[in-house]
C-alpha cells in the first residue's frame, strides 16, 4: 500500500509541475489547467491522507483503500477527457460556422468585384 501512495504522489506531483510549466510557457491556457490541477491536487492529497482514503473506501464499500485510490483517480480522468470533448466539440461548431460566414463574405466580395469590373468596362 505504501509504495502505490507513495508512486501515486510522486505521480500527482509531476502532473502538478508540468501543468504549471506548460502555463508558464503558454502551452496551456489558463483555463483548461484548472481542471488538471484539480484532479493531481485531489490525487496528492488522498495519497497523502491515509484516513481521508480510508474512509473514502469505506464509503464506497470497497476493503482495499489502493484500490479506490485507483478507481477515483480514473474517473477524475474521465471527467476531465469529458470536460475536454466538451470544449473540443464546442470549438469545431464554432470554427464551422466561422468557416461558412468567410465563404459567404467571400462570395460576396466577388459579386462585388464582379459588378464593379462589369460597370467601368
Given at each position: 500500500?505504501?509504495?502505490?501512495?507513495?508512486?501515486?504522489t510522486?505521480?500527482?506531483?509531476?502532473?502538478?509541475?508540468?501543468?504549471?510549466?506548460?502555463v508558464?510557457?503558454?502551452?496551456?491556457r489558463v483555463?483548461?489547467?484548472?481542471s488538471w490541477?484539480?484532479?493531481?491536487?485531489a490525487?496528492?492529497?488522498?495519497?497523502?491522507s491515509?484516513?481521508?482514503?480510508t474512509?473514502?473506501?469505506?464509503?464506497?464499500?470497497?476493503?482495499?483503500?489502493?484500490?479506490a485510490?485507483?478507481?477515483?483517480?480514473?474517473?477524475l480522468?474521465?471527467?476531465?477527457?469529458?470536460?475536454?470533448?466538451v470544449?473540443?466539440?464546442?470549438?469545431?461548431?464554432?470554427?464551422?460556422?466561422?468557416?461558412?460566414?468567410v465563404?459567404?463574405?467571400e462570395?460576396?466580395?466577388?459579386?462585388?468585384?464582379?459588378?464593379?469590373?462589369?460597370?467601368?468596362?
Open positions: 500500500m505504501e509504495r502505490l501512495l507513495a508512486i501515486t510522486a505521480l500527482a506531483i509531476v502532473l502538478i509541475i508540468a501543468v504549471l510549466f506548460s508558464r510557457r503558454q502551452h496551456i483555463e483548461y489547467s484548472v490541477l484539480g484532479a493531481a491536487f490525487l496528492l492529497i488522498l495519497s497523502r491515509k484516513t481521508l482514503l474512509q473514502l473506501a469505506h464509503l464506497m464499500r470497497i476493503d482495499n483503500p489502493p484500490v485510490l485507483i478507481l477515483v483517480a480514473g474517473c480522468l474521465v471527467l476531465v477527457f469529458y470536460r475536454f470533448s470544449i473540443i466539440s464546442a470549438l469545431k461548431d464554432a470554427n464551422i460556422s466561422l468557416a461558412q460566414r465563404a459567404i463574405l462570395y460576396r466580395l466577388q459579386a462585388v468585384d464582379g459588378k464593379e469590373t462589369r460597370g467601368t468596362a
